[in-house]
């Protein structure tokens, strides 16, 4: 079995990307011992809440190995670990850094730019995408997050000007969100035209609070941002705040 599906296991197992970092960086310790090794005893070395430690085990006690085994062998799913050296440097450089990706596809090589905007996309931005992104791919992979609208226009001239794209989702990998872009989706992995990538756990839920977790991630794997079009109060303009933190560079449109 591959070494990595077990931490995949783990991280379905209520532990998360900081109790890794506290477990295998600082340990000479594998997933599989843990895993296979699952204990209060040895859980207690490195998870200090009681009550973290008995929701895992409880969860420990019905965990489907076949079925999660089955998701990723079928959908051909590669967990990149930071001590890969094929992890991308610049997410390395972002407060949060993961310390692992799911990844479905091929991750560019090229440096990504990011492309955000609101969900309700207009004729002019339609008419910006169209004008922009293919010169774009030239140079850059194209990237954002999953979304209605500008995010899946972005990706999708992208990929029919020959380009690179990439995906970040603020689900399990294995989700396609929304469903309605499911074609979409599949077609990036179909043509070899990029990767979808993740850094929840399989079977993770659309929850808001994953959006913001997943714009840093779009951030810090960009060179640079452009936000077409964003309301006052936005997941976009959000982005545009992180992307200014972490020292990427900032675009935008004027208005039509």
Partial sequence: MNETYYLAYLHTLWLNHSD????????????????????????????????KREKILEK????????????????????????DTDFPESLKQIPHCPYLLYVRGNLPQWDAFGVVWSRSIS?????????LIPDLTKVFTIISWWALGCDTEAHKVAMHSWGKTIIVTGTGIEQTYPIKNTVIFEEIIEK?????????????????????????????????????????????????????DLGRDLFALPGD
Avoid: H
């Fill in 192 to 244: 070899d035209a990029g990767a979808i990538v993740s850094i929840f756990p399989l079977w993770e839920e659309p929850m808001p609070y994953n959006f913001p977790i997943r714009n840093e991630i779009v951030v810090g794997l960009s060179k640079g941002v452009l936000v077409v079009e964003a309301k006052e109060k936005s997941g976009s303009l959000i982005t545009a705040g992180l992307c200014l």
């Fill in 60 to 83: 420990y006690k019905k965990i489907n190995i076949a079925k999660l085994k089955k998701i990723l062998e079928n959908l051909n799913v590669r967990i990149i670990t930071l001590q």
């Fill in 123 to 131: 004729s002019y931005g339609k008419k910006c995408i169209a004008k």
């Fill in 20 to 51: 890794f970092f506290e477990i295998f960086e600082k340990n000479d310790i594998s997933p599989k011992y843990i895993f296979e090794n699952m204990s209060e005893e040895l859980l207690v070395k490195y998870i200090s809440s009681a009550e």
